[in-house]
């Protein structure tokens, strides 16, 4: 019997220090790939590198495009026609090179592909004109560290300094309109795209191994997020493509083992931890799959996250522009209770820019009306006498 018990005991330590192996070797290879990713990029940063991209020519080629969106062929049809049409505008767009491709379209109330526009993220030479600068200090200035903080031009800097959008020539004036008012931080014409029409997109990054850690480079392809964004709710799904089965095995286990812990902070991070938490991650062969479902409170999360980047931006051109901040800015603080950072057009909180503080869904409008009806119950209620327990006494019967 002693023997036996001894014998168990052996087994069960054996188990136990192998569980603690296996586990141990898990996180140090989520140590590993993140400490890996801070030194590579924090070494492309001293050094002033930037992300070389994928010539124009073969990401807005048709093949590429009918291989990230091959399940849509309307689609594809559609993004050719934008693309033809603007590099026979501007034969120079075809020696640009591309480190990053965000594609956005609608759908009428049939289905249709509806306003299909591409635009594309790196540097192209063309001497007729100045594009956009694609850069930004001040990126979530008083959320993160004041490092952080600083490094939020320089990883701008990484993607390249112009942006060339692909779009229907009768449609131009408006994307054209909608990215520089994205870029001076101004999120409400977005959203009044979005609560007006769904807005389906896509984020493409053709080339990530060069910002991508050391043990992730070599079996990192393609990095494809797709989703779309309505007044309510909203779906978003990141596609990390992979060299090989193996290696796909590999970032499917790292990714997973990224957890974050609950918290209980302001409700932004709230809402993003929980955003991450909701997030199903799958592999499928040499793919690995993030879906997320979100609310109207992750929209405006997300929709904030880009304002806050395009008001520092417009904070930081400014600036180097008149070597003065302009008067929103310089007198930011003295008007805004928060610290600042939002003022009156750029409000704090969760309801706005979609919601009962700004542009009203049909969600919040529901949300409004059930409160109405609460409110009034309520009052009824506090208006409406109690009833006693004793009865009214009655005359009595001649």
Not at 187 to 205: C, E, S
Not at 335 to 355: F, Q
Request: negative net charge.
């Amino acid at each position: 019997m002693r023997r036996i018990i001894i014998r168990s005991l052996a087994v069960a330590l054996v188990l136990l220090i192998a569980a603690g192996a296996y586990v141990g070797l898990r996180a140090y290879g989520v140590y590993q790939t993140a400490y890996g990713g801070f030194q590579h990029l924090r070494y492309l940063l001293e050094e002033g590198e930037t992300v070389e991209g994928t010539p124009a020519d073969d990401v807005l080629s048709d093949d590429y495009l009918r291989s990230l969106f091959g399940d849509n062929p309307e689609l594809v049809d559609r993004l050719k026609a934008v693309v033809d049409l603007g590099m026979a505008t501007d034969a120079n767009l075809k020696l640009g090179s591309v480190s990053a491709m965000i594609v956005t379209y609608q759908k009428s109330p049939d289905g249709t592909v509806i306003d299909p526009a591409i635009y594309a993220v790196g540097g192209f030479p063309d001497p007729k004109s100045q594009r956009l600068g694609f850069h930004s200090s001040g990126y979530l200035n008083q959320e993160v560290d004041p490092e952080l903080w600083l490094t939020g031009n320089s990883v701008m800097n990484l993607l390249g300094r112009d942006i060339i959008v692909f779009c229907e020539e009768e449609k131009a004036e408006q994307h054209m309109a909608l990215l520089y008012d994205l870029l001076q931080g101004r999120i409400l014409p977005l959203a009044q795209k979005v609560v007006a029409n769904p807005v389906h997109y896509a984020i493409v990054f053709p080339d990530p191994k060069e910002l991508a850690p050391p043990n992730l480079r070599n079996s990192l392809q393609t990095v494809l997020i797709k989703g779309e964004m309505g007044p309510d709710s909203g779906r978003t799904e990141t596609i990390f493509v992979s060299a090989n089965y193996r290696g796909a095995t590999q970032n499917h286990v790292i990714f997973k083992d990224m957890s974050w812990g609950r918290m209980n902070d302001n409700w932004w991070a709230v809402e993003f931890v929980n955003l991450l938490d909701n997030t199903k991650l799958v592999q499928d062969q040499v793919l690995v799959v993030a879906e997320v479902e979100t609310d109207r409170a992750q929209n405006n999360v997300l929709l904030k996250t880009v304002e806050r980047a395009g008001r520092d931006l417009a904070m930081q051109k400014a600036y180097l522009l008149a070597s003065e901040l302009p008067w929103e800015f310089a007198f930011r603080e003295k008007a805004s209770p928060s610290g600042g950072y939002w003022s009156e057009p750029h409000r704090w909180g969760s309801e706005w820019p979609l919601g009962q503080e700004g542009i009203p869904t049909p969600g919040s409008i529901a949300d409004a009306e059930a409160k109405a009806r609460a409110e009034a119950e309520k009052q009824k209620q506090a208006d409406t006498p109690p009833a006693s327990d004793n009865p009214p006494p009655t005359s009595p019967s001649t």
